[in-house]
C-alpha cells in the first residue's frame, strides 16, 4: 500500500485527533494571516497620513528652512509659492499641489494660554490631498481671506470652544516680532490621527500670510503624485524644475527621505517586524506543539508497523505525509477564514481610538487592515511547511526505538 | 518713560549719587529715586541681531513714576502692537486682535519682539531693596572710570534674576554695567550702558545692549532717539480703555 494512502487512512480514522492538530494549524494561520493585513493596513495607513498631513510625496522648502526648523523661521519661506504651484501642477504625474505653512502658536482664550500648531491651507485644493471635508464634525470650512478657523476636535475640547465662538493667537511672525490677531471658530475637525486632534487647527493660507507677515509665502509646497511609486524619480525632476525657474533657494525633497517621515516610517516598520516575529513563534509553537505531541502519543502505533516490516525511512515519510496532509487542509482553511475576517474588517476598520490616545504617531485612530495576497500565500506555505517540517523530529525518534520497547509505550 | 534701563530692566540702577560716605543701600535709593519722573516719553529704536542678522523696531514710550508705562512700536511690521505695564501687569494690544491679551505666569518669560529682553524685564518687581539683599564688593575702574561694584542677592523666590551684579560710575552716578545670574550662578544676561547724556540737569543714558546669554550670537541694542523728561500726557493713556484707542 502506497504510504500516502495509508496517511489518509490514519487521518480519517482518528477524526478526533486528526481535528485537534488541524484545528491549532487553522487558528494560528488564521492568526497569521489577519495580524499580517493588520500591519499592512498600518503602515499603509501610516504612509497615506504623512503623505496627507505631512510631507505630501514630494516635498518643496527652502534649503535653509530645514536647518533652523525648531526656530520656525518663518523668513526662510517659499516666496511666490503660487509660482511654484502652477508650475507643478502643470507636470501630468502630479495628482495635487498644495501650499502650506506651519507655525506655532500661543492661544489666548479665557485669561490662559495654550499651545497650538497653525497650519495656513488652501481649503479648495486640500480637499484633493488632506481631504479636510471628510473630517468636518461640525460647521463649515473656513472662507479664504477671513479671520476664521477650524479647530481640531481635541483641542475645542480642552478650549472649551464651539462654532462661532473667537480666540486670539499669539505669534512669532516673519520679522521674529510678535503678531496677534483674532479668530472665529467655524468648523470643528476631528482627524483620522490622534496627535494631531490634540494641538492642530486649520486657518486660510492668505490670512496666515497676513497674520505672519508674509506676503505670498508658504513653509512649504507639497506635492501628491498620480503613482506613488515614482517619488524618487519626479523629486529629481521637480529640483530640475525649480532650478530652471531660477529658484535654487528650494528643495524637493521624496518623503521618503525627510528626516521624520522616513525615521517615523523606520520606527514603525521595525515595531510591526517585532510584533510579525512574535505572531509567527507563537502560531509556529502552537504548529510545532501540536504536531510532535500527536505524533508522541502514537509510540504503540509506531511499534506496531514496525513490528509489521515498516522500515524507519518508512515510518518518518508516513508521519510526514499525515502532518503534510493535516498541515495543508488546516492552512488553507485558516487562511481562508483569515481573509474572511480580514475582509470586513477592511471596510468597517478597527477603532484604537482608546489606545491612540496621546499617541503622536501619524496613525490613524482606525485601522482598516489590508489583504497582501502575496504575504498570505506565504502564510500558507509556511503553516504547511512547519506542520510538516515539526513531524521530523518525533517521528525520527520514534522510528529509532526498536518495535518492542515502542508497543510497551502507553 | 523710566530711563531705557528700567523701563526694560529690574537691573535699573542709575544714580546722581553724592560721592562720600556711601553704602550699598545709599546707591540703591539714589538710583531709584533719580530714575523716576513725574511723566515721560521717549522716541527709541532697537536693533536685535541674532543668527538671521539684524531687524530694526521702533517704538514711542510713554512713562508716569515707577509703575506706569506704555510702549507703542511704530516700525511698519508691528506698527500700532502696544505693551501697557500697570505696576506688575503686563497688557498687549494688537491691532488685528479684539481682546487685550493680559500676560501671566509662564508667558511673562517670552522674548520681547524676538529680543534679548523678556516681558518679564519690563515688570518693575517693586523696590530694589524690598527685593534684594544689596551689598558694595568694591571700587573698580572700568575703561578708565572709577565704578562702585554692587551685589543683589534675592531676598525672596520667584524673581526673574536670583543675583545679580552691577557697576555704577562714580562720577555720573549712573549704572554702565550689569549682570544677572541663575540660582544656580549660571549667567543669564548681560547689560552694557552707554552714550550718557545731561538732560534736564540729570545724567541720562541713551544707549543700552543688552546680551541673553542662553543664546548663541545674539544681542539688542537700544537707543533713544528723542527724550523727553517733562512731557504732558494725556489722562487715561495708561489704562485699558486707552489701549484700543
Redesign the interface.
Known sequence: MKLGRIAFRNIRRNKRRSLLSGTAITIATMFITFAFSLIAGMLGDYESNIVRYVSGHVRIRNVEYDE?EELN?L?LSVTDYEEVVRRMEAEPEVAAVVPRTRFFT?I?HN?R?YNGMGLGVDFEREKKVMKIQEALEQGRLPQMGQ?EMVLSAGLAEELGLGIGE?L?L?T???????????FTVTGIVRFQVAGFNESFFLVPIDTTA??L?MSNEATEVLIVLNDSKRVDEFAEKAAGILASMGRENLSAQPWTKIGIASGYMQYAQTAYDVIALVFFLLASTVIINTTMMVIFERMREIGTVAAMGMTPQEIVRLFFLEAFFIGAIAAFVGVLLGIGITIPLSKTGIDLTRSMEGVSLEISSVVYPRLNIRSTVFVFFYSTAIASLASFIPSRRAAKIEPVEALRAI | MRRIALLILSFGLAAALSAWAITAEEIVKAVENNEINEEERIEGSMIITDRFGSRVKTFVSYASGADKMLLEFTNPEEKGQKILRLEDEIYLYFPEAEEIIHLQGSALKESLMGSDFSYEDLTGEGDLLDLYKVTLLGEETIEGRKHYHLELKAKKRGLAYPKQEAWVDAEYWVMTRANAFSLSGRLLKELEIGDIRVVAGKYVPHYVIMRDAMKKNSSTEMRIEALDLNAELPPDIFSLEELTW
Open positions: 533652523n523661521p523668513h500661543a489666548y485669561d494660554t479671520k473667537k486670539t499669539l512669532k511672525n516673519k520679522y521674529m516680532g510678535m503678531s496677534g490677531m483674532t497676513r497674520f507677515k
